[in-house]
């Protein structure tokens, strides 16, 4: 693993998102599986998908967040996360000015019901690639 997203190639579905996962390393493969059963269990109408080498997550007909793993951590990424309450504290490089997530080093950083209220916020507007709800 490296400081970029996987080679993944880019598919919709769960199956996809779960071979995606599967390959991760130990303990990224741990931190994006709870983060996708979280969001399954969060969100009844999810879609999942790989894109740019990272699991993407929706509901309806746009991409709300994407999580994917690297090196030393997990990327926990809200499209228009800035927009959230409270507003997730990490601005990545390269994903839009308006995306805010956060950074897991293992399960134990995972705040279960501060990440599905931001997930529950984050699908309740227009995710990219979608129409106006």
Same mark, same amino acid.
């Given at each position: 693993?490296?400081?970029?997203a996987?080679?993944a190639?880019a598919?919709?579905?769960?199956?996809?998102v779960?071979?995606?996962i599967?390959s991760?390393?130990q303990?990224?493969?741990?931190i994006?599986?709870a983060?996708d059963?979280? %969001? &399954?269990?969060?969100?009844?109408d999810?879609?999942?998908?790989v894109?740019? /080498?990272?699991a993407?997550? !929706? @509901?309806?007909?746009?991409?709300?967040?994407?999580?994917?793993?690297?090196?030393?951590?997990?990327k926990l990424m809200?499209i228009?996360? %800035? &927009?959230?309450?409270?507003v997730?504290?990490?601005?990545?490089?390269?994903? /839009?000015?308006?995306?805010? !997530? @956060?950074?897991l080093?293992s399960?134990?950083?995972l705040?279960?019901?501060q990440?599905a209220?931001w997930?529950?916020?984050?699908?309740?507007?227009?995710g990219?690639?979608?129409?106006?709800?």
């Open positions: 693993m490296t400081g970029r996987s080679p190639k598919a919709i579905g769960d199956k996809p779960h071979a995606y599967a991760l390393p303990p990224q493969r741990g994006a599986a983060v059963a979280l %969001a &399954a269990k969060t969100l009844p999810l879609q999942r998908s894109k740019w /080498g990272m993407y997550y !929706g @509901v309806g007909d746009g991409w709300c967040f994407s999580c994917g793993g690297f090196a030393d951590h997990v809200f228009g996360g %800035a &927009a959230l309450k409270p997730p504290p990490v601005t990545p490089v390269g994903m /839009g000015k308006s995306t805010r !997530g @956060v950074e080093e399960v134990d950083d705040d279960e019901r990440i209220a997930m529950q916020q984050v699908a309740s507007v227009p990219v690639g979608g129409k106006k709800r």
